[in-house]
């Protein structure tokens, strides 16, 4: 965990093709019964295939399909699941998801002991996670603002493949850029650029349960203190909440956050994670890879969150964001700048033929996403893909980088 977390810091001086079938449209926005208040980060699917989306800020969302289905799948955490049925005039959806609640008679069959929750985990990874290998289709996402300015944004569709969970290497795991478009503004005020390594790589680097890292490591756990918070519903299944924090016994242990577990059957459904940035100089030596001379940099955060989706017997990885904040100022200046990065993740399709790739077509770990991207510019660039739909935002920020 802590080598994937990577920005690096420039001064700035001054794929496959789309299929020609026409596509249904299947949106709406997902909001909260009682507050009335836009959803994010829902998972929304078409029932009965592997196709599937997660709402923007503002909790709007688009699924494109060969057809239209009868019905879509909306499930979020601390959330009562939705079936909800399609209009065949295919006209947008306001779709309600009430609040979840845990009976008595669940809680009182709660386990006490945090940590024998977790090893029980451990051992059922392989498994609740199965060993054979799996190819996805995914949306891949990255921004950077300048305070409340998009100064980059650069998106890609890509093949994720990830190999057995016996195999606890993300080595052996791959990520193929399949379309791909940056775009970034050349305004002369906007001095500084940034790059995130990783990219789209970062869902198979930042897969903790399968590396065996972090908290999911027998030997790692006596770093962290444990403690059992009041359960959740996922997918209408109980979940088990474990909140961690370092003891502090290891300057190398700097995470803290939440990690939810299934009640039956102890798979691991969702983790948030958190840097701690009491330790300055730690934070900076996790996030940044290099800087200009005579530039300052200063962490303000630096969070995970990451969802697994269960199908079937086995559950798959479904959903990861990041997001890094700091500031940065040139020496002899007062007053520093504000930036935040943003990735974001999401399968969208699940695969039948797995198959390999050759080595120089796949995306590698020291790889900057900026590096391997040209600037594009169509509007009509994910005719036939199902995305992470833009924020209002973000179709903004779009425009005027196209401009520029």
Not at 50 to 67: H, P, Y
Not at 68 to 96: A, C, F, Q
């Amino acid at each position: 965990m802590k080598r994937y977390f990577l920005l690096a810091l420039f001064a700035v001086l001054s794929l496959a093709g789309m299929s020609q079938e026409r596509l249904e449209n299947v949106s709406g926005v997902v909001i909260d019964r009682e507050t009335r208040k836009a959803l994010r980060q829902v998972n929304v699917a078409i029932d009965g295939s592997n196709i599937s989306t997660v709402t923007n800020d503002e909790g709007r969302f688009v699924l494109k399909c060969a057809k239209l289905p009868k019905r879509i799948v909306v499930t979020h955490v601390g959330y009562k699941s939705r079936y909800v049925e399609v209009p065949k005039d295919g006209s947008s959806m306001r779709i309600m998801l009430t609040p979840s609640s845990v009976m008595l008679s669940e809680v009182l069959v709660m386990p006490e002991d945090p940590e024998e929750v977790l090893m029980e985990a451990i051992k059922r990874i392989v498994d609740n996670y199965g060993r054979s290998p799996q190819l996805f289709q995914t949306f891949y996402r990255e921004t950077v603002q300048k305070r409340q300015n998009y100064i980059y944004i650069a998106e890609a569709v890509s093949e994720l493949m990830k190999t057995g969970y016996h195999h606890t290497s993300p080595v052996r795991d791959w990520v193929a850029i399949m379309k791909a478009r940056r775009l970034v503004s050349t305004k002369q005020s906007d001095t500084l650029g940034v790059k995130i390594q990783g990219g789209p790589l970062l869902m198979n680097q930042l897969d903790f349960v399968k590396a065996r890292t972090l908290i999911m490591n027998i030997e790692e756990l006596k770093h962290y203190n444990f403690s059992m918070k009041v359960p959740e519903k996922i997918e209408d299944r109980l979940q088990l909440v474990i909140e961690f924090h370092p003891k502090g016994t290891s300057p190398d242990v700097l995470y803290h956050g939440k990690v939810y577990i299934d009640n039956e059957t102890y798979t691991v459904t969702r983790a948030e994670l958190t840097l701690d940035m009491g330790n300055r100089d730690a934070a900076t030596q996790i996030m940044l890879v290099k800087k200009p001379l005579g530039l300052r940099f200063r962490p303000k955060e630096l969070s995970l969150t990451l969802n697994f989706k269960r199908e079937g017997a086995f559950s798959r990885i479904n959903y990861l964001r990041t997001q890094m904040r700091f500031s940065c100022d040139w020496k002899r200046r007062l007053f520093s700048t504000n930036f935040t990065a943003v990735t974001e993740m999401v399968v969208t399709d699940k695969l039948s033929e797995v198959h390999g790739k050759p080595s120089d077509g796949r995306f590698r770990s020291y790889d900057s996403f900026y590096d391997k991207v040209d600037y594009f510019d169509d509007p009509n660039f994910w005719a036939d893909y199902n995305i992470i739909e833009p924020s209002e935002s973000l179709e903004n920020a779009v425009k005027r980088l196209r401009k520029r």
